[in-house]
């Protein structure tokens, strides 16, 4: 039995600390006016899994342009972070991986501001680069050209045997998921045999996006479902493959952004994920362009 890979969350001590002083400085009635005031702490940013390498990046040249500015980071799951957020989690914003989860979190009153999309991802599925799919003359393990190689390395995947983890589905590269095999279900080239076939395959199903892409990495899967992005993280670019679905099948997800507090440094933040530095980074990343 696979087991599940723990979040990659903040200590809760100091999570709490955070939170504490950012209730302090809130009674104070601190909300200072000039960009370079700081109220004392970092900007505490709840955020997706997948946007972990994009972000503390993207964090680093924000202090750049804002010395003195800081920024924390809480990576999980959207939807775990949502609960977290509707049971009394304080933190500055939230960057989810889609807009369901933004949604729900708008509907429990805990935004402060209007959410905004900010950047758009595609779904791949992932292999592990010594998997027994890929031919073993393949230059660099790389996966064939040909739209028809494609389509047969993909029904592979499908065939008894394999070992396929994916993220729950309420999470939101889950709900993804289960769109690209509704999609790829109504398709000639794969069909109803297809869908079947890689469900009965699956072995895990992780909380977040990270945990499927770790499993894949260690080999301790043949396959899985995840971003575009995942497969150009650092940690496991040389161990993995992506495979791109066929375009016309593949699924867009959509990323917004939200405040949850009121400060300077908060609209500071946000700003920079979506001006053109920001947005520049998060393309290096593989990201793609908010949604209109």
Same mark, same amino acid.
């Given at each position: ?10 200590? %809760? &001590?100091?999570?709490?600390? &955070?939170? %504490? ?24 940013? &709840? ?11 993207? $964090? ?28 009394? $989690?304080?933190?500055? @914003? ?19 501001? +209007? ?8 779904? @791949?599925? #992932? ?6 799919? #890929? ?21 592979? =995947? ?6 396929? @983890?994916?993220? #729950? ?10 769109? &690209?095999?509704?999609?790829? *279900?109504?398709?000639? *080239? ?14 895990? /199903? +992780?909380?977040?996006?990270?945990? !499927?892409?770790?499993?894949? $990495? ?20 040389? /161990?993995? @493959? $992506? !495979? ?15 405040? #949850? ?8 933040? =946000? ?5 053109? +530095?920001?947005?520049? %980074?998060?393309? /290096? ?8």
């Amino acid at each position: 039995m696979l087991k599940h890979q723990g979040p990659r969350l903040l200590p %809760i &001590l100091a999570f709490c600390a &955070l939170s %504490i002083q950012a209730c302090e400085s809130q009674a104070a009635g601190n909300r200072p006016e000039d960009d370079g005031a700081l109220t004392g702490r970092p900007v505490l940013v &709840l955020a997706a899994a997948s946007l972990s390498d994009a972000f503390e990046d993207l $964090a680093t040249a924000y202090s750049r342009a804002h010395p003195g500015a800081q920024v924390a980071f809480a990576f999980d799951g959207s939807q775990r972070l949502r609960v977290q957020l509707e049971h009394g $989690a304080e933190a500055d @914003v939230f960057a989810s991986a889609d807009w369901r989860q933004m949604r729900a979190a708008e509907k429990a009153g805990v935004l402060a501001g +209007e959410p905004r999309s900010f950047a758009s991802n595609r779904l @791949v599925f #992932l292999l592990h680069r010594d998997t027994r799919f #890929l031919p073993p003359d393949a230059e660099d393990s790389s996966p064939p050209a040909s739209q028809a190689e494609v389509n047969r390395l993909i029904s592979e =995947i499908a065939s008894p045997g394999t070992k396929i @983890v994916v993220a #729950l589905e309420e999470s939101p590269v889950g709900q993804y998921t289960d769109e &690209l095999l509704d999609n790829m *279900n109504s398709d000639p *080239n794969f069909g109803q045999r297809f869908a079947v076939g890689l469900s009965s395959n699956i072995v895990s /199903r +992780e909380t977040n996006v990270r945990g !499927v892409v770790q499993k894949v $990495a260690l080999g301790e899967a043949d396959a899985g479902i995840a971003y575009r992005t995942d497969a150009m993280a650092p940690q496991v670019a040389s /161990r993995v @493959v $992506a !495979v791109e679905p066929p375009e016309h099948l593949n699924v867009t997800a959509d990323y917004p952004i939200a405040a #949850l507090s009121d400060t300077v440094q908060v609209d500071q933040f =946000i700003g920079f994920v979506l001006s053109a +530095e920001g947005q520049s %980074i998060l393309g /290096r990343h593989g990201f793609g362009p908010p949604q209109p």
